[in-house]
């Protein structure tokens, strides 16, 4: 198996465009998770889903966030519009019922 | 940060010696869990232990798990310059699912 994919890699953008990140989990987890981290706050967990329905999304910042799951091999997360605050590495991981987390490497946001 | 905390923050340690880190939880658990992260990478998991567990290995891990009083250890044995990175220990909350992280220990080894 390839892993936890994320892409982009790198995203840089102008404050108030729209941004959208992708992740496509492990096939046959039955979760996936999106973590955001900073310096200042660690790793935070966003919202994550089971069988592509949300759970739990109380650690989604504000309403610009959202994060949809289509299908079982695909999930995004948009922000728009985007901050300068927003600036941070977002991770997807994917996993089974209390099963450990299996990452991806991450996609990298810097808004200018 | 959401579930817990780590402590130091960073340890250096010469090539070879042990390096212990320690963590604490907020709430009664399922599980706890290590992971380690190199720079620029995603987290991968190391180690796993249940909450009816108390100590477990792998390999030159050994991490311990005290429920009375909410904390875990990870100690590295013979340390090697390729354990630089930071760790991060997770728990998962009785009834959940939901996987919080620690605020890490960033790691040095000095070859």
């Known amino acids: 198996d390839a892993g936890v994919i994320q892409s982009p890699r790198h995203e840089v953008t102008e404050m108030g465009q729209e941004v959208t990140l992708r992740c496509k989990p492990i096939?046959?987890?039955?979760?996936l998770f999106w973590y955001r981290q900073t310096m200042m706050r660690g790793l935070e967990l966003l919202i994550y889903f089971n069988n592509n329905v949300p759970i739990d999304d109380s650690g989604m910042p504000e309403d610009r966030f959202s994060a949809k799951m289509p299908n079982a091999s695909f999930s995004t997360l948009k922000i728009q519009p985007s901050e300068p605050r927003d600036s941070a590495v977002y991770f997807c991981?994917?996993?089974?019922?209390?099963?450990?987390?299996?990452f991806g490497n991450g996609t990298r946001l810097t808004v200018t | 940060s959401q579930q817990g905390e780590e402590d130091p923050q960073a340890l250096s340690i010469q090539e070879g010696e042990n390096a212990t880190m320690n963590c604490s939880y907020k709430?009664?658990?399922?599980?706890l869990q290590w992971y380690r992260q190199n720079s620029g990478r995603g987290l991968v998991h190391l180690i796993l232990i249940r909450s009816n567990e108390r100590e477990k290995h792998s390999g030159r891990l050994r991490v311990t798990l005290d429920t009375s009083k909410k904390s875990s250890s990870l100690l590295i044995t013979a340390s090697r310059a390729a354990d630089t990175a930071s760790y991060f220990c997770?728990?998962?909350?009785?009834?959940?699912?939901?996987?919080?992280f620690g605020t890490g220990t960033r790691l040095t080894v000095i070859p």
């Open positions: 096939s046959g987890h039955d979760y």
């Open positions: 991981a994917s996993s089974d019922l209390n099963s450990p987390l299996h």
């Open positions: 997770a728990s998962i909350q009785t009834g959940a699912n939901n996987l919080f």
């Open positions: 709430t009664s658990i399922n599980n």
